[in-house]
C-alpha cells in the first residue's frame, strides 16, 4: 500500500503563496499518478493538478498560471506551490496517489486546510 500525509496549509492573505508537501510511502511511489484535491464546504471534490510518473502535468482551470505540481521520487513526496492565493481557493486539499491502470489501487490523505483570507 501507499500511504499518503498532507502538510503545509494554514492562513494566508490574498496575493501570498502557500506551497503544500504530500508525502507517500510503502510502496513504488515513481509508478503512481499524483493529484492535489480540494473540497470546500457545500462542493464537490474537484482535481486541482495532478503530475504522472513521466512528470507530465494537468491543471484546472482555476489553478493554471498560479499554482504548479512537482514531484521528487527521491523523497516519495509530491509539492503544490500556490502562488497569488485567492479567497476562492480556501478549501481543503487532499493528495490523492493513484496506480495508472491496477485502479483499485488509489489512497488519499487526511486534507490540510488552506484558508485565504485578510
Known amino acids: 500500500q501507499v500511504q499518503v500525509v498532507e502538510s503545509g496549509g494554514g492562513l494566508v492573505q490574498p496575493g501570498g503563496s502557500l506551497r503544500l508537501s504530500c508525502a507517500a510511502s510503502?510502496?513504488?511511489?515513481?509508478?503512481?499518478?499524483m493529484g492535489w484535491y480540494r473540497q470546500a464546504p457545500g462542493k464537490q471534490r474537484e482535481l486541482v493538478a495532478a503530475?504522472?510518473?513521466?512528470?507530465?502535468?494537468t491543471y484546472a482551470d482555476s489553478a493554471k498560471g498560479r499554482f504548479t505540481i512537482s514531484r521528487d521520487n527521491a523523497k516519495n513526496t509530491v509539492y503544490l506551490q500556490m502562488n497569488s492565493l485567492k479567497p476562492e481557493d480556501t478549501a481543503v486539499y487532499y493528495c490523492n496517489a493513484k496506480h495508472p491502470f491496477a485502479t483499485a489501487r488509489n489512497y488519499w490523505g487526511q486534507g490540510t486546510q488552506v484558508t485565504v483570507s485578510s
Open positions: 510503502g510502496s513504488i511511489f515513481s509508478f503512481y499518478t
Open positions: 503530475i504522472t510518473s513521466s512528470s507530465t502535468t
